[in-house]
C-alpha cells in the first residue's frame, strides 16, 4: 500500500488550494478514503471520509462548506479541495485509508502534504 | 465524543512496563484504536477494536478496555517505543482523537 498527497503550500486566508492522494498497491475503490491533519506541534484531527463509491462523504463541523472531498476511482486518486482557508487550517494533510471491513480506523497513511495559510 | 489520555508525557526507562489511559467522554462501546507516531512520520496503527493487534505489532503492545475507559499498555520498552501515542474513538462521527501521550526516556 501506497499513499502520496501532493498539492500543499503556502496560501493566504481566503484563498484555496486542492490536495491530492495517489494511491497504489490495493484495490483503491474497495476502500473508504480520510483526510486526517495535524497542526504543527498538535494532535491528530479527522478532516473528511468518502466511501468507496462515494455513496457517503462526512466531514468535521469545523471545514464543513468549505472543504470538498471527492475520488476519482478510475485514477487511484483521493482529493481535497480546500476554499475560504484560514489561519487555523493551518497543518500536515495526510490522507488515510480505512482498515478491512469498512470501520474508520486508520491502517496506512501516507507521509502528509503542508499547508501553511498565511498573508 | 471527547478523548482525553492520560498523562500527557510519561518517563520511563528500556525495559519498563507502561500504561497509557484513554477516557471517552460517553460509551463508544470497543470502538477504540491505538497510533503510535514518531517524529516526522505518518502515524502508525498498533491496536483497534480495544484489543486487536493490528498485523506486524509486537506483541509487547496490547490494549484493554470497553465502554469508556481504555488502556494501551507495553510490557517491556524498548528503545523504538518512545513517541507520541494517539486514541482514537470510532463509534461515532466526528472520529475523535485523544491528545496524544509523550513517551520519553526517564
Known amino acids: 500500500v501506497q499513499l502520496v498527497e501532493s498539492g500543499g503550500g503556502l496560501v493566504k486566508p481566503g484563498g484555496s488550494l486542492r490536495l491530492s492522494c495517489a494511491a497504489s498497491?490495493?484495490?483503491?475503490?474497495?476502500?473508504?478514503m480520510n483526510w486526517v491533519r495535524q497542526a504543527p506541534g498538535e494532535g491528530l484531527q479527522w478532516v473528511s471520509s468518502i466511501s468507496g463509491g462515494e455513496t457517503f462523504v462526512y466531514y468535521a463541523d469545523s471545514v464543513k462548506g468549505r472543504f470538498t472531498v471527492s475520488r476519482d476511482n478510475a485514477k487511484n486518486s483521493l482529493y481535497l479541495q480546500m476554499d475560504s482557508l484560514r489561519a487555523e487550517d493551518t497543518a500536515v494533510y495526510y490522507c488515510?485509508?480505512?482498515?478491512?471491513?469498512?470501520?474508520?480506523?486508520?491502517?496506512?497513511w501516507g507521509r502528509g502534504t503542508l499547508v501553511t495559510v498565511s498573508s | 465524543i471527547q478523548m482525553t489520555q492520560t498523562p500527557s508525557t510519561l518517563s520511563a526507562s528500556v525495559g519498563d512496563r507502561v500504561t497509557i489511559t484513554c477516557r471517552a467522554s460517553q460509551s463508544i462501546n470497543s470502538w477504540l484504536a491505538w497510533y503510535q507516531q514518531k517524529p516526522g512520520e505518518a502515524p502508525n496503527l498498533l491496536i483497534y477494536k480495544a484489543s486487536r493487534l493490528e498485523s506486524g505489532v509486537p506483541s509487547r503492545f496490547s490494549g484493554s478496555g470497553s465502554e469508556t475507559e481504555f488502556t494501551l499498555t507495553i510490557s517491556s520498552l524498548q528503545p523504538d517505543d518512545f513517541a507520541l501515542y494517539f486514541c482514537q474513538q470510532y463509534k461515532t462521527n466526528p472520529y475523535t482523537f485523544g491528545q496524544g501521550t509523550k513517551l520519553e526516556i526517564k
Open positions: 498497491g490495493f484495490t483503491f475503490s474497495s476502500f473508504n
Open positions: 488515510a485509508r480505512d482498515r478491512s471491513g469498512g470501520y474508520p480506523v486508520f491502517s496506512d
